[in-house]
């Protein structure tokens, strides 16, 4: 692990810009960063009313979301998304 403050890795600001326009509830918005050998995880929990819009009709709007970090990350660094459902620890 290196000694990165989450707000300074790739795309995490970029996340949280679009994010906090997506969602309704912005208390329940968490975004957390870690860095490791495989690359960026960014796990995101979001309100329960929430989870549709992150999702999207058929995924589309998560998809997207990969789709986006993945050209953020550049070829230097891999970005996976992670979303935790609401109730999950």
Not at 10 to 26: A, C, M, Q, T
Not at 44 to 54: A, I, R, T
Request: net charge neutral; glycine share 12%.
């Amino acid at each position: 692990m290196t000694d990165t403050k989450t707000t300074e890795l790739p795309g995490y600001e970029f996340l949280k810009y679009i994010l906090e326009n997506i969602v309704e509830d912005k208390k329940a918005l968490s975004i957390d960063a870690r860095k490791d050998d495989l690359g960026i995880l960014l796990t995101v929990k979001v309100g329960e009313n929430d989870m549709g819009k992150l999702i999207g009709k058929s995924g589309q709007t998560i998809k997207a979301l990969r789709t986006l970090l993945r050209i953020v990350g550049g070829g230097d660094n891999r970005i996976n998304l992670k979303v935790i459902e609401p109730g999950e620890a």
